[in-house]
């Protein structure tokens, strides 16, 4: 047949112009099948989506599922698009047939063995007529040769299509609806449809119509139909474009959820922290209230029991002396005994007893408070709102800021701000002054929020430093000190923490007061024993302002700081003990880095949103298993998925629910290499819990973990400890397999929140998620190093160390996975990075033996391993 068509039309069929051309490419062949029914178009009509489907199952779409159906004036849905179409009132027969597929459907009959349509006979066709669009069996095609009704029509053997070089297209004459017979051969400007000739002289009449012939019409046409191309095209380029930037804002967005998730948690434990304060001091207030009670009716119960003594050993006395005293007996005792009854008569105590003791909370007013403080959400919205309300408080504020001191509004945003100034930087509520008692030290004193100076601290004239603006250079004058570079992004916070002193308080009501403010010379000088002044100059220790923390770096003037001990510390006592100290090193230098990542391709890719076989949903860990199996915490289908290492699914194991044996938001998975048990750590009935399974998926046992907040990282040494990281109280515990706590270790001074944990030898390296950097522990919890600095590990969420003692740190940061290389004592080797998919949220890293690298991306709900790396 191919051979046949070949001859016929060559490689297809395309008509004499190129404007009315009807082609039969492949993509075209495919076009001629119904998205329905999966078979040729048959009367295809077209919706207002313009998708073509057969009439009968445009038909179908228009019976419910009973059987029964619909009224035609009812909307239909695309199957594809799922664009809604009215229905005319004679159903889909009445919607526009396409009449191109349907010329391209009747040529591509041709090919086949076609039958004439013009006669009963069912005789084979040998040409067709152009005009009546029939094939003609050899007697039609004789007939329309000699009879004078086919006269003038065009006929075409097929013998001749088949000798001739030319590609012909053949057009059906359409039809008027509404008039039997007559061909459409004007078109309606008003009303914007054919017409024929009996059409211009009822529907369509001259003078009221204005009517154009096809032909004539035709060219202006086909212009609007190109320009509606070329405007569609440009829409959609638009359309790509915002696709583009609605996926960042995804992202972005998923990016503001969790930190936002993460800012009401630290709300939540700030609060509870708040009300188990409260609670202490009330148990403490009642049992002191109790005691006092206690006491006194104790003291009255002892005295009423003395009381009720005497009473019966004067009655008995009496009795006998009234039952066996004479006359003479009882006048010389009589005194006496009624000396003693006066005496308890009248000096009996009261036995009435009016002691209350209760609690007395005001839970409405409580629960309206916490509402009011606990916080809000901003959306785009609000600052809209915000916006507009400025700007209408805008005079008003600048008629009252030349009477009144300016506000200063306490919030949790950074203290440094970029300056145009260089190595100028400007601190939010900081004021320049001088250390009081230590000459040539410019050193910042802290203010009180819309407090003024302190009496007696004189500014520092330096005309390089503007109000407000704190010169960091300026604190070289510091006797054994140098100068201090740019400060990096822990020093900010701690400074930002070291200015926060006063902040911390309830700013004044307005018009209050002035109360004298808190500076650094008064902390250094002043009483020590105030916790308050104690922590926060532990936070500026925290600086590396001062070399040698103990003896305060050798600074002049201020050697009778040791005299006051802190929280009662006897003089002499180091402020920081070695481990404190070791945890107060700086990060490490900005690394030199390459100028551009080298790029790592996808070797393959699995997983997506659902729940069924190799679906995912929200999976939050991965780990390797002996085998290099990736097995998966499936979080919310409440499951663990294994998977071999080219990704074809194994098996899963887990039932929803909180008993034991049960997966409740599985998090973290980890095996044990000696037996190939499973170790995951879900939600269950406690904040955390941690549950041993066979390498079969079957149920061991229970450990215990309530001290343990949110699993942020989970490990197994190769001695078959398990080593969970806790995300919430930074803190490292190392449980073993029978569930017993063997060590743990509390690393929140060196870091603000761990994300992964990996174990190399006997030292253990944390993922700082906030901190930008890898912090490196040995076995006993002491610090040993950093790994890692911003915008090189930027928000760092996986972490492997390879065979050779490559440490690999990946993150997810600006939506594309980013691994940098670095030797065991933090030298940056190399970078690598995936441009080729957009990752939200990655979770975790692991090497395979073979240098591929695998990581989980949750908020794609799939599994990346990533072409080879290099040879481990």
């Known amino acids: 047949m191919e051979e046949i068509n ?42 207002s989506c313009l998708h073509v489907f057969c009439e009968a199952c445009i038909d179908k779409l ?76 050899a007697n039609c095609n004789s007939a329309h040769e000699f009879m004078r009704c086919f006269e003038n029509h065009r006929v075409v053997p097929f013998d001749a299509l088949r000798s001739s070089k030319e590609k012909a297209a053949v057009h059906k004459p359409i039809f008027c609806t509404r008039h039997v017979g007559e061909s459409l051969k004007f078109y309606c400007c008003e009303c914007e449809v054919g017409a024929c000739t009996e059409c211009l002289t009822v529907d369509h009449k001259v003078g009221e119509h204005r009517c154009e012939r096809i032909v004539d019409a035709e060219p202006n046409l086909r212009a609007e139909l190109r320009t509606f191309i070329v405007e569609a095209n440009a829409r959609a380029v638009a359309a790509g474009c915002a696709s583009v930037k609605l996926d960042d804002a995804l992202g972005d967005l998923q990016r503001q959820r969790d930190d936002a998730e993460n800012i009401i948690n630290e709300a939540f434990h700030a609060y509870k922290s708040a009300l188990e304060r409260c609670r202490e001091k009330a148990l403490e207030e009642l049992e002191r209230l109790h005691k006092e009670r206690e006491l006194k009716v104790m003291d009255l119960f002892d005295r009423v029991d003395k009381t009720v003594q005497r009473i019966d050993c004067a009655c008995k006395f009496a009795a006998r002396l009234l039952r066996r005293g004479d006359g003479t007996e009882i006048v010389m005792l009589k005194k006496t005994v009624a000396s003693q009854f006066t005496r308890l008569l009248e000096g009996a105590p009261e036995f009435e007893v009016d002691y209350s003791l209760e609690f007395v909370t005001k839970m409405e007013k409580f629960d309206a408070v916490t509402e009011d403080t606990f916080g809000i959400f901003r959306t785009e919205a609000t600052r809209a709102e915000e916006r507009k309300r400025a700007s209408e408080s805008s005079a008003i504020v600048s008629v009252t800021s030349n009477s009144h001191s300016p506000a200063i509004s306490v919030t949790n945003a950074p203290v440094f701000d970029d300056y145009p100034l260089g190595n100028v930087r400007r601190v939010t509520g900081v004021s320049v002054g001088s250390l009081v008692g230590v000459p040539g030290v410019g ?42 570079p740019t400060l990096p992004s822990m020093v900010e916070y701690n400074l930002q923490q070291l200015a926060s002193i006063a902040e911390k308080d309830v700013p004044p009501p307005p018009h209050a007061s002035p109360a004298p403010p808190f500076t650094l010379a008064e902390l250094l000088a002043g009483d020590l024993n105030s916790p308050q002044a104690y922590n926060n100059l532990q936070a500026l220790a925290k600086l590396g302002l001062n070399a040698d923390v103990n003896g305060f770096g050798g600074v002049g003037g201020v050697g009778n700081i040791g005299g006051v001990g802190p929280r009662g510390v006897s003089p002499g006592r180091p402020l920081l003990t070695p481990a404190e100290e070791a945890a107060l090193v700086a990060p490490p230098a900005p690394l030199v880095r390459a100028n551009k990542a080298t790029p790592m391709h996808i070797r393959f890719k699995f997983g997506q949103l659902g729940g069924g076989k190799g679906q995912f949903n929200s999976p939050h860990g991965f ?29 899963n194991f887990g039932v929803a629910g909180k008993e034991e044996g049960q997966l409740w938001y599985p998090r973290k998975v980890a095996v044990v290499r000696a037996t190939g048990k499973f170790v995951v750590c879900d939600r269950g009935n406690e904040r955390s819990r941690m549950q041993i399974f066979t390498k079969n998926g079957h149920f ?42 063997m060590s743990w270790f509390d690393c929140s001074e060196c870091m603000r929140e761990p994300s992964d944990i990996a174990i190399s030898g006997k030292e253990f390296y944390v993922c700082d998620f906030k901190g930008h950097c890898v912090v490196v522990f040995d ?36 939506n594309k996975f980013h691994v940098a290389v670095f030797s065991r004592d933090g030298v940056l080797v190399t970078e690598f990075e995936c441009p080729y998919v ?35």
């Open 62 to 137: 228009m019976v419910n599922e009973a059987g029964d159906s619909l009224k035609f004036d009812l909307a239909v849905e695309c199957p594809l698009c799922k664009q809604e179409t009215k229905m005319p009132g004679g159903g889909a027969v009445s919607l526009p047939s396409d009449y191109v597929l349907t010329n391209i459907l009747d040529v591509s009959a041709m090919d086949q063995s076609v039958v004439c349509t013009c006669c009963k006979s069912k005789e084979p066709a040998v040409a067709r007529c152009t005009d009546c669009s029939h094939f003609l069996c």
């Open 623 to 651: 780990c390797l298993g002996n085998d290099e199996d990736i097995i998966v915490a499936d979080t919310n289908n409440h499951r663990i998925t294994v998977f071999d290492k080219s990704g074809n699914h194994k098996f």
């Open 700 to 741: 061991l046992k229970k450990i215990a973990v309530r001290f343990i907040d949110i699993v942020a990282g989970l490990a197994v040494t190769a001695e078959g400890l398990i080593v969970a990281v806790d995300s919430v109280t930074p803190t490292v515990f190392i449980l073993s397999e029978e569930g017993d706590l």
């Open 779 to 814: 076995d006993e919890g002491r610090f040993l190093r950093r790994i890692g600095c911003e915008n090189v590990t930027n928000f760092p969420n996986g972490i492997d160390v390879s065979d050779a003692g490559d440490v690999l740190i990946g993150d997810s940061h600006g």
């Open 6 to 47: 070949g001859e016929l039309y060559g490689d297809g069929l395309v008509s004499l112009g190129d404007e009315g051309s009807l082609e039969s490419t492949d993509n075209g062949k495919q076009e001629q099948n119904c998205k329905i029914c999966d078979n040729k178009l048959c009367s295809p009509r077209v919706l």
């Open 443 to 484: 050193v910042p004193s802290i203010g009180v929020p819309g407090v003024g100076a302190v009496t007696g601290v004189g500014a520092v004239p330096n005309p390089g430093v503007l109000p407000g603006v704190v010169n960091v250079n300026s604190v070289g004058a510091v006797t054994g000190v140098g100068g201090v």
């Open 838 to 872: 957009k990752v939200s949220r990655c979770c975790g890293l692991k090497i395979t033996s073979e240098g591929y690298i695998v990581t989980l991306a949750k908020n794609n709900h799939h599994v990346l391993v990533l072409n080879t790396l290099y040879i481990v």
